[in-house]
């Protein structure tokens, strides 16, 4: 069964959201969790694009070394060129696999892993903005002093980081400017995300929005993680509470 298919016959819209069959379910799983289940797998079909695209830039460079030297070897050619191209395979390699294992930690995140903030904003904003050049998003970061190499929850952080960006994204079609902010106050984590429209071109014109995310749906997954939201039109705050923010 191809893939769609098999999503499709797995997940059923409702409340528009892809809500998960029950069945699927144990008895005392309860409804916020299914929501906020449903929730994540709209999250990850939005991040198919960024994801395939992170996964082909590295796999692509492997392949383009490979082919060099193969074509070298064809001719017989023995020279510094060609120990150039096989030097680089192993480096290109080793890159390769940690961004495959990164982007499977997306699906299936490792239980107590732990990232810094800067990091997981760097990563989820790369991620997150495949076109959004394009259709004429930018977007800045702004880390305070010592809440860069906070460590926090992995799972927790990202899913969080990457449903922001998605509701204020969704939430304007055309050109946006997002900011995102990450400061330490009195032990916790507090990243907050805001957007305003603006005047840029953009060289995509608005296309129709795969399940646009809501500041409701970013309160669910919060919940669930256990993390602190404030939410209202174009803004989003985030507090991440001292032993959260600083799991190890």
């Not at 769609?4 to 969790?33: E, I, K």
């Not at 997981?120 to 998003?137: F, K, N, Y």
């Not at 995310?213 to 985030?238: I, K, N, P, Q, R």
Request: one cysteine or more; proline letters at 5%; glycine letters at 6%.
């Amino acid at each position: 069964m191809p893939e769609d298919a098999f999503l499709r016959s797995t997940f059923c819209p409702r409340s528009g959201l892809a809500q998960l069959m029950p069945a699927v379910y144990p008895m005392n799983h309860s409804s916020a969790a299914r929501d906020a289940d449903s929730v994540r797998y709209i999250v990850l079909r939005k991040l198919a694009s960024g994801l395939r695209h992170t996964l082909l830039g590295e796999l692509q460079s492997i392949q383009f070394f490979a082919e060099l030297a193969g074509r070298l070897m064809d001719r017989g050619t023995e020279d510094a060129k060609m120990r150039e191209c096989v030097g680089k395979l192993p480096g290109a390699s080793q890159a390769a696999v940690v961004t495959c294992r990164s982007v499977i930690e997306w699906l299936r995140p490792e239980d107590g892993s732990t990232t810094t903030v800067g990091e997981a904003l760097t990563q989820c904003l790369r991620l997150v903005a495949d076109d959004w050049s394009m259709r004429g998003i930018a977007a800045t970061i702004d880390v305070a002093d010592g809440a860069g190499e906070t460590q926090v929850s992995r799972p927790t952080v990202r899913e969080l980081i990457v449903t922001s960006l998605l509701v204020l994204s969704d939430a304007t079609p055309g050109p946006l400017d997002i900011r995102a902010d990450a400061l330490l106050d009195d032990g916790d984590i507090v990243l907050r995300f805001s957007s305003r429209p603006s005047t840029r071109s953009a060289m995509l014109s608005p296309s129709p929005v795969y399940h646009s995310l809501t500041l409701d749906d970013l309160s669910l997954l919060a919940a669930d993680h256990g993390v602190s939201c404030d939410c209202s039109e174009g803004t989003a705050s985030l507090r991440l509470h001292g032993s959260a923010a600083a799991a190890v």
